[in-house]
């Protein structure tokens, strides 16, 4: 299946180079006037903040009144925010990041990216609202219509559930392990003190247990960082964010082809071929169906399906901020659907 798309992409690209390369100019400059001067930013201060703790205290204190209401743990807070406020694909950059850091379980991790990955409200009242549909003051029920029913679906699939700090859970196994450790250790020395020699070359046994469970703190995951900021990680922070930018400039381009290139499909049904360019690549997408000769009440929930479910595009960009963590794909997939499926019916309810 994959040899027969690239294949079909390289013949593409021979075939209609004029087509292809208009695509990818499309795509790049997306890229460099929306999403660079955007997400480069915030994409390394994030990384800055991650890295030297800063960030620690500050959702600690939001945590102490969010997690009441959501279900999540202080770490979780900020993916949470910055998912919502900032666009996809950060709320999956930072969630991998934390697990990555010790900071958050992946249980919590694996959850929570399927919620916080969504296009940005700036993207959504500037590009959607205000250059495609000339409709800014739709912003308050556009958001609330591709934000809450992925808010809500999480809050009632982990209602019950609690998610631990990495460093208490830790403790905790601690504690056990050295209670477990003594324990061994004094039954070894109850039972063979009659047998122990005085060679000073002789070990005793309970010197054995302890010395092969080693010292307590080798089972911590990493030592407990403290608040520190260097130069070290400025400069990490500043490659990393160049770093996650080039690769979405990347997909971005690529997938702009491959919308340009269903455009050759015999479909001669307008609304069949919105959604096949809409589903690939939002951007090509919802400036394709706004383009078309639809009436508002038809266009607007193709859009906020479009924008709710981000697009193959998006799809792969998330699976590249988060390949290092082994999370799954498929909760993911299945909560964009969910998303889809919801904000098209709340989009077209609020048009009737």
């Not at 100019?25 to 999403?35: H, T």
């Not at 794909?329 to 909560?335: A, C, G, R």
Request: contains cysteine; positive net charge.
């Amino acid at each position: 299946m994959y040899i027969i798309i690239l294949i079909g992409f390289l013949c593409y690209i021979l075939i209609f180079p004029r087509e292809a390369v208009d695509a990818a100019a499309l795509g790049l400059n997306l890229w460099y006037e929306k999403m660079l001067p955007t997400l480069l930013p915030f994409s390394i201060l994030s990384y800055i903040l991650i890295q030297s703790g800063i960030l620690d205290g500050f959702a600690r204190f939001l945590h102490r009144f969010l997690k009441h209401i959501f279900p999540v743990s202080s770490a979780g807070i900020y993916p949470l925010i910055a998912g919502l406020l900032f666009g996809f694909p950060m709320g999956s950059k930072i969630t991998a990041e934390l697990v990555a850091a010790g900071k958050m379980t992946k249980e919590e991790g694996q959850r929570l990216f399927c919620v916080c990955n969504n296009i940005s409200p700036m993207f959504i009242g500037s590009f959607i609202l205000t250059d495609c549909l000339q409709r800014p003051d739709l912003r308050i029920p556009s958001y609330l219509i591709l934000y809450v029913p992925s808010l809500v679906l999480y809050m009632l699939q982990n209602r019950r559930r609690s998610f631990p700090e990495p460093e208490k859970a830790y403790d905790k196994t601690l504690k056990k392990v050295s209670h477990n450790i003594k324990k061994n250790a004094l039954c070894a020395f109850t039972a063979d003190r009659r047998t122990v020699t005085s060679s000073p070359h002789t070990a005793h046994p309970a010197q054995k247990i302890f010395s092969s469970a080693g010292n307590p703190k080798e089972f911590s995951m990493e030592e407990k960082k403290t608040t520190s900021m260097s130069f070290q990680i400025i400069d990490a922070g500043i490659m990393n964010g160049f770093e996650t930018l080039a690769k979405l400039g990347g997909y971005i381009m690529i997938f702009a082809i491959f919308a340009e290139m269903t455009m050759l499909l015999p479909i001669s049904h307008p609304t069949l071929k919105c959604l096949l360019v809409g589903f690939t690549e939002i951007t090509n997408g919802i400036a394709y169906t706004a383009g078309q000769n639809m009436t508002f009440q038809k266009s607007y929930p193709l859009l906020m399906a479009y924008t709710a479910f981000g697009g193959l595009s998006g799809f792969a960009q998330t699976a590249s901020m988060i390949k290092e963590t082994g999370f799954s794909m498929k909760p993911y997939f299945l909560t964009k659907l969910f998303g889809t499926a919801a904000a098209f019916l709340l989009a077209l309810l609020f048009v009737h």
